[in-house]
């Protein structure tokens, strides 16, 4: 069976583990207090070359965007998102439980654009509706587009005036800047963004997802809020181990990298067979358009998440690659569809 | 330094890693629904007989309680613990964030009694006050005292008349059950408890607690509920694999017992020279009462934390043991408290 | 100036002050536990033929609606509502602020369709996503659209199969049982709708709403919610007197034919000024879509809402009437538009 | 039948009724943005001698409490409460509902003090704990006890010094100001308090309760969280019309002074007779303690609460006078008290 179902789906990479066996019984400080999570929040500044920066680490995306969300809003406050955004469709209210309204705009390819946010606040225009107070955007996005620097600094320009934050869930942040086509750097964030999160989970760490406040009197109360919504980790060195080794000689972006070259490949190879595919994405996540009758076969061998009827005949699916995608896997994938295009047609 | 500050400093016992290291890059499914999990909870099962349970894995304590218990009440109900009581102190209004409050009785040694519950039911009469739905207990508690059978039969039996959920915190629940004295067993909690949790981020896991519902009726949906709240980890077979590897030949007592043999030592040791204890509990948390003037010195070798200020010249500490704690360490710190005594005296 | 912009600009209907003087310094139970307001609870059961309902009084509609909802729903469940509901755009994200998303489908004329809600309950799959799990429209509708008795039978019987809760916002019932081409009565809601509130503020009302829940096991905390959610008056009585005046000789209903008659007067009018509206309504609410520059002209003697721009050079304005409109204020706004359409032009 | 029970029993002060009727069909614009409001804000702001405050009518004081709290505190921010507070007591948890813990401090007559708010302010040390960021206070407290200027001013300055919020509920805030030995007056508080308000329900309005923030830019989106959490009633005007009435002519002294001079006289009363009372409380409530066998035939002609078991012999009750409460009454009540003396015996 090769897996294409996602990209957290293996253990870790191997330093990561390695790192965490020379603890032993090291008696390390308790909830993120530690060195090891001083290091790597270092590390973390240095890549993103904001030296004053507050970093913080968190177990999933889920809980980031809650407590992000929550951290900076007012009751009455609302965010806004792309329809297809993690927040709105994937995390089951969990924005909603913290008390906020999410604010959506349909978004085809699943990116925001400034068009959309001004429509969103022009129509929100007193107190018998909530306040639009912050933007919600993925990079790379849950239909594997990413934003250029362009883009990304034309919301930030709006945002700025419109007085809202920008938040940028990164879930997939490594995906989207090893991206081909991708100008937008690690550094480029944290003038763009008030907040951010580099996610681990999904990019070789065991868990983790790295919180990022550019200027940290934002939210100086973070971690209360961390506590409050139950996402400090007791052994938060945990955390701090799997950043401070991806961020240790690039490995971040390396492991990134590797998943997007998988895609690639086998978006090449899609390509060459004429499949159509929902959004043009250059990330570790495709969307190929297939006959239904193709999905039965495809599935004795192969993992993926079906993502929706496209048509009657016809079934979008989620092919997601990671740094531990073999060459093997894809050209076994490319092979087995080639193999439904004879045999099944179209 | 000898680490007496808590019972989660170190990484995890090494047949955690040793198991983790195995997976390598083999793709599990996501969310909790691998076969790690699955064989994980039906080990759980064994070791509580009660094989219709319903197992779930998150990766704290504090998640555990606001989960559960937000999970379990309706937005006017309410949660009745000791004052000393985890959710009421050290987890920053967690529960009082998802709506419910949290009425409390003072308990010297940190344990309810049934004649506080009824208390507490007795005084809210109507409508304009909570209505009490749910008994909150912690076993260890907080003061590392712990509940004899009669005395959780007699909860579990007013909770019963009552009509009240009773849900037993086990963050410390190995060092409970192996505790001198106790006579409780795994056994005896799906029974007891209409939902329980088993720490294992105290006990030797490198992280998960598991919450375990006797009767999964109560709460069918628990796993929407768990990923509303941001306590559903992507890589849910990293909790199973933690709880898989404890509950495999016993090694979830054994741990709790190293914990508790090396907490006897000291105890015996302090009693020896005379040093008073805030309570008389037997599992892996002390609490002596010291003069001041010893703090400073002990803290030169050793880690604690300073429980409170008892009288003007006494200061309470807690001393954590956990298995990982060595006879190296408890004679050192017997050593260096009879060396203040006779250094700096009282 | 003559007043068409909403329905409750005026105090109330005379005969509720006069009961109110009546009273005089009686002293009467607090809280709603009163004899008025049993008797006016009473007269509604008779009016809906619903012997065993519960009948709770709020002061106002969005207070209703965020209490009934949430008493309803847990944590992850969500309610279903048209995009253009009363929850979802007018009131400030008060049903997120307890914890709760609504899922919206487009509805061109305000209202739910089976088909909107059989979408949203196949695209909710898994515990990844909220569960729907209720079902709310408002009749009239905030377009002044009306639901027929099949179409509502329609929506129950997808409710009862899909096991939602069906819950009607009557804010504006009087005037949609009293709209030409309606055929639901009072009696029908009963057996069609889990829970419903009959509005007193829009229809003669000095305030209050009355919260019907004809099977009351369905909610035997309700008083605890009512109180836990700020919905509770001290002088519940006021509430009662307002409704048992409401319902004695049918005066309520009496006050909604009023309102409809003046709006149909209005409609024919303007139908015969061939002037268009955003929607066919038949009750108490009228959107025609006029000339932007007839706008300035028309505020000098009357007041009226801006709905929205309906195109660069057409504006849509909401015209309300009330029990209070007189044929005069009608009259007096026909004529208007007819001199704007000989003055100004199209 | 005499009424002890409250001092929200009657309907309201004729001059308020009056008012109301004199409206009769006038269109008035909805939420509070009427003249009216304006008007009676004017009249409030004149005299608390504070011209730039923000005045904002709510109809009841859980709703004012819930309110305001939530309004200025963040989601881990804790308020600060006497045990016997209204918020910690009465009111279904509606402030937790909001997410919000309420911290307590044993307070036998019912009122705060300095050392109380230090004592929660040292043990709250960091982010394991809420944050306590408001006091709470209610002045005449439950207990009927008032607060002296000497000791609001200590609290105001403690409060300052730790950057928390000082927040007086004036549910009977005329009772305090008018009773004996009472030294605060209506403009002392807008430089004590950071937010209060005046209660209307408890003092001779119809309903309405006004919260006064008397620097505006501390809340300056009050209204979006007024709609958000259900507070803004759709006829505003009717609650500036209570205030309007009750601040022209110095009417809400008046009916203040009336109710505290009829409990003036039962007090002088029972003490003559001399019943103990739980607290010495000037204002309109009082608390005797009573023999159990008492009860049942003061019952017979006069409504009271039963405060609760003072002893296992004796009954504390509570008695509210109000601006309705006649010498009559007050006759009869000490009459009936003596004759269970003569009668029954203690």
Redesign the interface.
């Known amino acids: 069976?090769y897996?294409f179902?996602?990209d957290?789906?293996?253990?870790c990479h191997?330093a990561i583990?390695k790192r965490?066996?020379a603890?032993?019984?090291?008696?390390?400080?308790?909830?993120g207090t530690d060195g090891i999570c001083a290091a790597a929040a270092n590390k973390i500044r240095q890549a993103i070359c904001c030296p004053q920066a507050a970093v913080h680490f968190v177990?999933?995306?889920?809980?980031a965007n809650?407590?992000v969300i929550?951290?900076c809003l007012?009751?009455?406050?609302?965010v806004i998102a792309a329809d297809s955004g993690h927040i709105n469709?994937?995390?089951?209210?969990?924005v909603?439980?913290?008390?906020?309204?999410?604010l959506t705009a349909p978004a085809k390819d699943g990116k925001l654009t400034p068009v959309m946010i001004e429509e969103i606040c022009r129509t929100h225009t007193d107190?018998?509706?909530?306040?639009p107070r912050m933007v919600y955007l993925s990079d790379s996005t849950e239909l594997g587009t990413i934003y250029s620097k362009a883009e990304l600094t034309a919301i930030h320009e709006l945002c700025r005036d419109k007085g809202l934050y920008l938040f940028l869930d990164g879930a997939r942040l490594g995906a989207a800047l090893c991206a081909e086509g991708n100008d937008l750097t690690l550094a480029d964030l944290p003038r763009l963004c008030d907040v951010f999160y580099i996610g681990g989970?999904?990019n070789g760490a065991?868990?983790g997802e790295a919180v990022v406040i550019p200027n940290p009197s934002l939210l100086p109360?973070f971690?209360?809020?961390?506590?409050?919504?139950?996402?400090?980790?007791?052994?938060g060195?945990?955390l701090g181990v799997n950043f401070d080794v991806l961020f240790t000689d690039n490995l971040y972006m390396q492991l990134a990298a590797k998943a997007d070259q998988a895609a690639a490949r086998l978006k090449a190879g899609l390509l060459r067979l004429h499949v159509p595919m929902l959004a043009d994405a250059p990330a570790n996540q495709l969307f190929p358009i297939l006959p239904n009758s193709w999905i039965g076969q495809l599935r004795q061998n192969f993992?993926f998440e079906i993502w929706?009827q496209n048509d009657p005949e016809h079934t979008c699916i989620r092919l997601t690659t990671s740094w531990?995608t073999s060459s093997e896997a894809v050209d076994a994938l490319l092979t087995a569809i080639e193999e439904c295009q004879s045999q099944i047609g179209q």
Chains 1, 2, 3, 4 share one sequence.
């Open positions: 069976m897996a179902q996602n957290y789906s293996e253990c191997p583990l965490l066996s603890l032993e019984t090291e008696a390390l400080s308790g909830y177990t999933g995306g889920t809980q809650m407590i929550d951290a007012r009751p009455w406050e609302a469709v994937h995390e089951t209210g969990a909603e439980g913290t008390g906020h309204k999410v107190e018998h509706m909530v306040r989970t999904k065991m868990l109360d971690r209360y809020q961390l506590k409050h919504r139950g996402g400090m980790l007791a052994k060195f945990l993992t929706g531990a």
